[in-house]
């Protein structure tokens, strides 16, 4: 009776683990987004601007960051910088379990003819828009325009 039961605890078990996979190679799951260290230096020029975040995913899968609006520009654009070469970006992707850093001399937001020149101590409204989670309004504080912030953005 007792080896009966332990092939069939066995096979219990596997068929228990079977269930747990996605069948994707991102893991299970859905992608949960949140946003930390939102700052943009208070903008040199009146018709232009540059933002930092830090968009990070805790969930098990990946997502894209597809678009960014502010109420501040008229447009909002996206772009990475390799190897001192600035290139625009349609998207970004967000790894599951990983982040996506936009910071000083990388990754970052640029927001174009504004309406308006945002001061230290003012914030910007952003909205995040995302392939698969809801959107992410997101407050952004306007900081010295030499500020380092210590996160390393």
Do not use: W
């Not at 909002?76 to 992707?93: N, R």
């Not at 937001?109 to 504004?114: A, H, P, S, T, Y």
């Amino acid at each position: 009776m007792r080896r009966a039961l332990l092939p069939a605890a066995a096979l219990a078990g596997a068929l228990a683990l079977a269930g747990c996979g996605s069948g994707t190679d991102s893991g299970s799951g859905s992608a949960e987004l949140s946003v930390s260290g939102p700052y943009m230096p208070q903008p040199v020029s009146a018709d232009m601007a540059a933002g930092f975040l830090t968009i990070s995913n805790e969930g098990g899968a990946k997502d894209e960051l597809t678009s960014v609006t502010s109420d501040v520009a008229g447009q909002v654009t996206m772009h990475s910088t390799v190897g001192g070469a600035m290139e625009d970006k349609t998207s970004f992707a967000i790894p599951a379990h990983g982040q996506l850093v936009f910071k000083s001399g990388g990754n970052h937001l640029m927001f174009e003819k504004l309406k308006h020149k945002p001061e230290q101590g003012q914030k910007v409204t952003l909205r995040l828009t995302f392939a698969k989670s809801a959107a992410l309004t997101v407050e952004m504080p306007v900081k010295s325009a030499t500020y380092n912030p210590s996160t390393g953005h």
